[in-house]
């Protein structure tokens, strides 16, 4: 187990060993975060590295990963916690059978932490020797608002409060993020319990040296043609731009078909790596091909 950096240049060195090129303003929130104990919440188009952040962040820090993926209908017992009912029936018919036990004793007995189903939430608040893990509530906004609202107690204070028990709480909280691909707009209550940033595409250079990092053996004309060609297709009115993701997945499957610089046939061919929707492919297949291939071809020859 790593401490968290104590810089700013600290921040950016830690995401560098873990693969992840980072611009100086996330590494600044980032640090912030660290620093002040608060989540850090991620709002961004899909594919441009927040879900990879957390990932980052627990690996080279030593952590474990705890991740709640939200999805609508999302609710405490998938969540936070469940009680074990088959072991509670279990417990209740056994003591039955036995009559050793009274009423009192049996509930208190059934509703105690070993019949207690720890889920990623709770989990996140149980003490470990690894030190605190990074939790990521990834993709909150598929979450519905009553969700949303269950977390405020937790943001605030890292505590959860189960009524049969009482309330967990723990000293070292985890090291939260929260993700959104603003598929809705999430609450204002809790935004200001986090530090914001927005996670933007990044600049040609800057997802050149992510694509070199990620995938060092693409050679150095591909990922120029692949990054020209992916800047150039965020450019155009399609539906679902291209991420980071799909830049590094387009110039794997280039690798992968022999090629070490792009064309048009091949450029045809492979949009279904890059795009995921039929009517962008076609958009720019039977509209776009000739300028997309030439921006690739240009940033290739700077």
Known sequence: MALPPVSVDATLDLLASGDYIADRALATSLFVAFKLKRPLFLEGEAGVGKTE????VAGRLGRSLIRLQCYEGLDVASAVYEWNYARQMMEIRLAEALGDRDRGALAADIFSERFLIARPLLQALTPS??????????ELDRADEPFEAYLLEILSDFQITIPEIGTIKV?????VFITSNRTREVHDALKRRCLYHWLDYPAAER????LKARVPSVPALLSRHVVGA???LRGLELFKPPGVAETIDWASALVALGRDRIDKAVMAETLGVVLK???DIEAVRTGHLDPVYSAAIGFGDD
Do not use: R, S, W
Request: hydrophobic content about 50%; cysteine-free.
């Open 53 to 56: 952040l957390a990932k980052v």
């Open 129 to 138: 020797p690894e030190g605190a893990p990074v939790l990521l509530i990834d």
């Open 171 to 175: 000293t070292e909280p985890p090291i």
């Open 230 to 232: 992916v800047q150039a």
């Open 277 to 279: 929707y039929h009517d």
């Open 207 to 210: 997802e050149l040296a992510i």
